[in-house]
């Protein structure tokens, strides 16, 4: 098998197991799961604050989970327990730890599959969403989901060469 449809097939399997890990951990502390919707490339640009991690194992891939302004404070409020404001610095510890909650899920996902992995630290970006593309050599997918209205969105790169 070529490393490409290696990479796609490991691509496919993180997708199918970040679905699953959103439906779990974020139905349990939100009270229902998001919804999946179609992915739009959106050529506005708005305030967004992102938690980005990397994976590492038989494959290196990251996850990047985004959320504009209005759907940081409603989402971190009901992750916290208590209303964020999306400039505080705790907008950054809430999103941060979400990226972290989820990875953790995925994690034990992948490796109930025989796929070990381990994942680092959450960095954190504030700024105006810009329409991201992939380096050759690199696989990409975006699921975008809503709660309460509100959209966010999660990228996946997965690695294609050595």
Known sequence: MSQTNTSASALLLCQR???SAIHDTFGMFLG???TEIPTQKSEQSEEAILGMLS???EWDWSLTI???RSSAASFATLFAGFEIEFD???MGDAIGEVA???AGDIRAKLEAKGDECSFGLPSIIRGTTTQSSSPQGVDSTTLTYL???QPFWVELLIETDD
């Open 55 to 57: 994976f590492s194992g």
């Open 147 to 149: 709660f309460e209205d």
């Open 100 to 102: 972290n909650v989820l």
């Open 66 to 68: 985004g959320f504009s």
């Open 88 to 90: 505080s610095a705790d």
């Open 32 to 34: 229902e799961a998001p």
């Open 17 to 19: 197991e970040v679905k």
